[in-house]
């Protein structure tokens, strides 16, 4: 039996297959909590301020990028960039170095109408997919079993399925569910996961990756 070192020098641990995502709308809770905890924290007139605080000589490129008009509160303008920026984006790139040595799966959790498990509540603003709200679909909560809707527990349903089917065999894969597609060294591709069913959607449009670096 070789030992772990030998695996490492000879590959084979960078050739075990990885399931890789998150969430659509990650920052909403986070940005969502702290307007809840300071409602003039990100208004009309910090987001600019914000934006530059953020990022810094690009703040001016950022602002034309994602306009405060075209978002239904500055809360959640503020949280797609950051969203954007610093998961939805950065996660694609690692799903795009991981193919060049491995089979990667990419997906992300995109289900609007999932529990509030952060309890954020914002004026004119979803919840969205935000971070953490995909957990009560593969996890009970506090013993709690969150999923009480119908379509909520197939969906549930699924992504086990998902995650099941992906530590047994390395792909994942639910009955009845659609194909998970395999990631490549170029693809912006990922399942996107809702109640209506798994759909492969262009997350590097959908998030803007094209102007992010790639390496911030």
């Known amino acids: 039996m070789a030992h772990p070192p030998d695996a490492v020098r000879a ?4 050739r075990i297959p990885v399931l ?8 909403r809770s986070f940005a969502g909590g702290a307007a809840m905890a300071d409602p003039s924290s990100i208004t009309e007139a910090t987001y600019p301020q914000l934006v530059q605080a953020a990022f810094g000589v690009r703040a001016a490129d950022v602002l034309r990028e994602y306009p405060l008009q075209r978002y239904p509160t500055p809360v959640e303008a503020f949280s797609t960039v950051i969203t954007d920026a610093a998961w939805s984006c950065p996660t694609l790139a690692g799903d795009q170095a991981f193919a060049r040595t491995t089979k990667v799966f990419p997906y992300e959790f995109a289900e609007s109408h ?10 004119g603003m979803a919840q ?18 969150l999923l009480t809707d119908p379509a909520q527990a197939r969906h549930g349903e ?3 399925g998902y995650w099941s089917g992906f530590a ?18 170029t ?3 990922v399942l996107s996961l809702t109640a209506a069913g ?12 094209g102007f992010w670096p790639r390496n911030p």
């Open 114 to 123: 999932a529990p509030n498990v952060n309890q954020v509540n914002v004026p």
């Open 187 to 189: 693809s912006t591709s």
């Open 20 to 27: 890789s995502g998150g969430d659509h709308d990650e920052a």
């Open 168 to 185: 047994r065999t390395g792909t994942p894969a639910a009955p009845g569910a659609a194909d998970a597609v395999p990631g490549t060294v």
């Open 158 to 160: 699924r992504m086990v």
């Open 11 to 14: 590959g084979r641990i960078g």
């Open 198 to 209: 798994g759909t492969v959607v262009d997350s590097g449009s959908d998030h803007h990756c």
């Open 128 to 145: 969205g997919a935000a971070h953490a709200t995909d957990t009560p679909y593969l996890f009970d909560l506090g013993g709690k079993n």
